[in-house]
DNA sequence: TGATTAAATAATTTATTGATTGTTCAACAT
DNA sequence: ATGTTGAACAATCAATAAATTATTTAATCA
């Protein structure tokens, strides 16, 4: 009964908040544009969200959310190797966060904010994207593919491996096609590994997406 | 005849620098400092340095040259398997920007300057020690250990993959122990996928330094 | 009584001003 | 003529005041 009510107008908040910030970016949106834009007072706001970076922790989320969501797509997606997955994984990961980082920069940079002053959230991104990994390692192994002892650990050490590419802004000003040329060369590398021996002349020469 | 007092007297620069910096830190050195350390006015050492981040460059270039060099005696330790190497190389550096972070916190930050100002050096640094790991990969191959077909790509590779353990500093949450935990998971990771048939079933079991 | 507001309060940002520092260069010293 | 300086100039930083924004709360409204 109030939850409905409350959960209208939480996302009534959230959705005026991207947009404003969207256009303005995070620091030039202030609490009374966003209560204007809802049609009520600044005040009026805190019923709602404890603050301004909760709002933007909602946003954040629902940025996740949408990312995790796509990757889960594909690594359900039928008819791919596990090798395939994995390559079009990580190079889809990579053109989602630059294409993010090219053409949305004020939403981009609500992701560093909150990376910044929430980093649970931000490992919980990470875990979660780990998990996916290792669904399509798993996979691999179930299909013979691979033959990876402990696919969890290996899920990890991967993203390790290719954290350069989930964060690209922190290490590089290399423009898309040679951090796309760079992953596919640490993925054929990873892919070496952990290819059984079945498969091993055939996965690491695969062409990526 | 005029080329040996001018070295000298950049020299003295350098050291004298060094040695403000150290203390200080780069912001807080100013070049009055400097010119009273050195004994002359401070428009004087413009006739030896364009600038203030002249100076700081060759800090870093000295440091970077440090580095390389410490590395390479690394490479050419006798006694070692390319695998051994390979992990003592990347576990070192690890190591050791981790330390300088930790107890040279004001040399460090003139290392993060000149990335950002000059990220040329920077690039030729990457580009020294991925020479380097070339050179490990490359006895690797003749040894018979590793069954790698293109060493430059390989160590491009490796070099992009263990991106995350060269600048610690982005991920200062992380304690060592945990940076090298998942820079030996990572490796073993490549390891499997660059040791030839004959080496596969020892070396990613090899205990690291 | 619960929802909302407008004003008050606290915190942060911005603008302004003065101080400091990097750099240049005319003047001076050798 | 070459080397050096100290003052002038330009750029940046620091401190302070003013403005703005986030948040809280007493008062008002439905």
């Known amino acids: 009964m109030i939850m409905p ?3 209208d107008i939480r996302t009534k908040i959230v959705a005026a908040a991207y947009k404003l910030i969207a256009r303005y970016g995070y620091g030039k949106t202030t609490m009374a544009d966003l209560a204007e834009a809802c049609g009520m007072s600044p005040g009026n706001l805190y019923r709602y969200f404890p603050g301004k970076l909760d709002i933007a922790e909602q946003l954040a989320l629902l940025a996740f959310e949408d990312e995790e969501n796509a990757l889960r797509e594909l690594v359900r997606r039928p008819g791919l190797s596990a090798s395939e997955k994995l390559k079009l994984f990580l190079c889809t990961q990579l053109r989602v966060t630059h294409a993010m980082l090219k053409d949305d920069a004020k939403i ?3 992701a560093q904010i909150i990376s910044r002053e929430r980093p649970l959230l931000a490992n919980q991104n990470l875990a979660r994207i780990r998990a996916l990994l290792a669904e ?3 996979a691999g192994n179930a ?3 691979f033959d ?8 990890e050490m991967i993203q390790c491996a290719t954290m350069k590419f989930h964060y690209p802004q ?3 000003r290399l423009a898309l096609e040679d951090l796309e040329r760079e992953l596919r060369g640490v993925l054929n590398l990873v892919l070496s590994g952990i ?3 079945l498969h091993q002349s055939a996965s690491p ?3 990526s997406a």
């Open 143 to 145: 299909a013979g593919e």
């Open 195 to 197: 290819c059984s021996k």
């Open 108 to 110: 981009f940079e609500i």
């Open 170 to 172: 922190l290490f590089t």
């Open 5 to 7: 009510v409350e959960t």
């Open 148 to 155: 990876i002892p402990d696919v969890v650990s290996a899920a």
């Open 136 to 138: 399509i390692l798993s």
């Open 205 to 207: 020469d695969t062409q």
